[in-house]
């Protein structure tokens, strides 16, 4: 395989931008592939090589690269029409009234620019609407990169996960294990008066996907109100695409008090959300006191962007489309993974997937069809990941270093680490899908 061109734009990034790239994750070892354009559910690199692409933005790309032409027509239109105004316009309305018509726990809706800006207006809105400081988080769990969640530890001790996150902001942030009651239930008796809200994925989608147990969430939901702390979901990444319409909330049948959205909503443009009930929301500035703005919010080629798209998800049973897609892969890897490696696990849900190289094997053979999803009458349920160290005791070096370069040599561009999950478009075809696995058979 020629990667001489990606190569040579690494090797010229490197000089202008740090580490290369504009986000870190971007910078695989040794070098990542330089996309030069996106065709379906493929994209081909500054070298003429063509991959089934999995990465999908991280996430934001619902309906693939080539998106339809009624999408297409209005983002153009939009675009010929000047691209912002700093002024309110009736394409924000109507998304706005979109997403409130599908998710029911979301009444009103901000639009800011970008997960990171959505979770950490959520964390401020919580903090002064309750009138508390401390936020309770997930241990691997991403909140993007704001200072009150990169944080780590454990609720004991927590410090900052990078340099330049002053200390002060951990003596506010608690991270507690994924999935373990006893951990939260006892952060709320230690703390209940002071803590604003609780943070979580629904699902934790950035670190292998670990889905929670049955009763997990249904406790959170119980002990925040109880203690008048807010429930926050960050389905910044599961948001129209884990659970439909109506997000992964419905899915778990669990209403949040507030909720970040971000990438699918944007119809591959920066975007973020935060959306809760009314009188929440009337908090934010200039309804309320709790300071949140931004120049580009409301833009209005992400509104159509975002609202043609999901218009479209809607209009064209995309949603059960993808998951038809995803059940064939996921229970094609699981018999692939039985035969070949039966110590990892296939986990994910609807058109997100991963496999985790975890080195313990289930106690009992007999895969759970779809992959894991925590259901205890699954054999395999043991040993599927509950919580973020789980995913980081699996075989992460062996994920990076060997099998994701070599799922790229067989034509497949997965995420280039064993923590970021991988994801289906509307474009895949069941083509596609049967390539996938005969290239994962070929490797693993
Ligand atoms: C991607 C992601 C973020 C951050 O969003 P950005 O748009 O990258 O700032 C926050 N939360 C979750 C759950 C995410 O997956």
Redesign the pocket.
């Known amino acids: 395989m020629n990667l001489e061109s990606s190569r040579d734009l690494y090797d010229r990034a490197l000089s202008v931008l740090p580490g290369g790239v504009n986000s870190p994750v971007r910078a695989s070892y040794p070098y990542p592939a330089f996309i030069e354009r996106g065709d379906g559910a493929h994209v081909i690199d500054a070298d003429g090589n063509r991959y089934i692409d999995y990465v999908a933005g ?2 934001p790309v619902l309906l693939g690269h080539s998106l339809p032409d009624r999408v297409i027509a209005a983002i153009q239109s939009q675009v010929s029409d000047g691209p912002m105004y700093g002024a309110p316009t009736e394409v924000e309305v109507e998304l706005a009234e979109f997403i409130t018509r599908h998710v029911p726990s979301i009444e009103m809706v901000r639009f800011v620019n ?4 959505a ?1 950490t207006a959520a964390v401020r809105l919580a903090r002064g609407y309750t009138g508390r400081d401390k936020v309770v988080i997930m241990q691997g769990g ?4 704001q200072e009150s969640t990169l944080i780590e530890g454990d609720q004991h001790e927590a410090a900052p996960s990078s340099p330049g996150v002053p200390a002060e902001f951990a003596a506010n942030t608690i991270p507690v294990p994924f999935n373990d009651e006893g951990a939260v239930e006892a952060v709320f008796e230690d703390h209940g008066s002071e803590i604003a809200a609780v943070l979580t ?1 629904p699902l934790l ?2 670190q292998g996907i670990v889905m929670p147990q049955p009763g997990y969430h249904e406790t959170l939901r119980e002990l925040t109100r109880e203690h008048g702390a807010l429930l926050i979901f ?1 389905e ?2 599961t948001g129209f695409r884990v659970g439909g319409l109506g997000c992964a909330q419905s899915h778990f049948g669990i209403e949040p008090d507030l909720t ?1 959205l ?2 699918v909503i944007g119809g591959g443009f920066p975007i ?1 959300a935060i959306g809760g009930r009314t009188e929440i929301m009337e908090s934010l500035t200039p309804a309320g006191d709790v300071f949140e703005a931004g120049t580009f919010s409301g833009h209005p080629v992400t509104m159509t962007a975002g609202l043609e798209t999901l218009r479209y998800a809607a209009e064209e049973n995309v949603y059960e489309h993808l998951s038809d897609l995803g059940e064939q892969l996921r229970s094609g890897l699981v018999d692939i993974v039985a035969d070949q490696a039966p110590a990892y696990t296939v986990t994910g849900i609807d058109s997100m997937f991963k496999v985790i190289f975890t080195r313990d094997g289930p106690a009992q053979t007999g895969a759970c069809s779809a992959g894991c999803r925590q259901d205890p009458d699954c054999p395999h349920s043991q040993a599927c990941p509950k919580n973020a160290g789980d995913v980081n005791a699996a075989a992460t070096d062996r994920w990076e270093r060997v099998f994701y370069h070599q799922m790229r040599e067989q034509g497949v561009l997965l995420t280039p680490n064993q923590f970021e999950s991988e994801f289906l478009t509307a474009a895949h075809t069941a083509e596609d899908i049967e390539e996938t696995l005969e290239a994962y058979k070929a490797v693993l």
């Open positions: 991280y996430g970008s997960g990171t800006e979770t991403y909140h993007g990169a994925e989608g950035n960050d910044v990444m970040t971000a990438k973020g």
